[in-house]
């Protein structure tokens, strides 16, 4: 079970986009490649929405494994990460409609939690959000 939280209360300070952002793809094998069978799109089950990711990372993580991880993003369009500042390796973002969902890990007989994170899109942190087409027609109709 999943569920929305605030960027800043997840990431009280900031979080930052590593590389670039890329289409999740469907497996496919050494025959399929063979055949020259296109690349499918994976599609996310709840949406309908072709998947993307990215990886992140994020300074105010207590432990080093936890530093790291991907967002998976569903939506029409591949996501535009800013522009990245120059000489910085990292863009700092700001993640919209944001969502977690808690997962076991386990490593030997250690256990922890993970969280699966999943937005809708990313702005620049200095940008305004984002508003959503039936707040947009609110506003139009005021």
């Not at 296109?38 to 207590?62: M, N, Q, Y």
């Not at 591949?78 to 863009?91: E, H, N, S, T």
């Not at 942190?125 to 139009?140: E, I, N, Q, Y």
Request: no cysteine.
């Amino acid at each position: 079970m999943s569920f929305a939280i605030d960027h800043d209360l997840m990431f009280p300070q900031g979080v930052f986009l590593v590389g670039e952002i890329q289409p999740l793809t469907e497996y496919q094998s050494q025959e399929d490649r063979a055949r020259n069978r296109p690349v499918r799109s994976r599609i996310d089950e709840a949406t309908g929405l072709p998947l993307f990711k990215g990886t992140f990372a994020d300074p105010s993580a207590e432990k080093d494994r936890d530093k790291s991880f991907t967002v998976m993003f569903a939506a029409k369009v591949q996501p535009v990460p800013p522009a990245a500042a120059p000489g910085m390796p990292f863009r700092p973002v700001v993640l919209e409609g944001l969502s977690v969902q808690p997962r076991a890990e386990t490593s030997g007989q250690t256990k922890w939690i993970t969280w699966t994170v999943r937005a809708t899109g990313m702005r620049a942190v200095d940008a305004a959000p984002a508003r959503s087409t039936k707040a947009a027609g609110d506003a139009k109709a005021a």
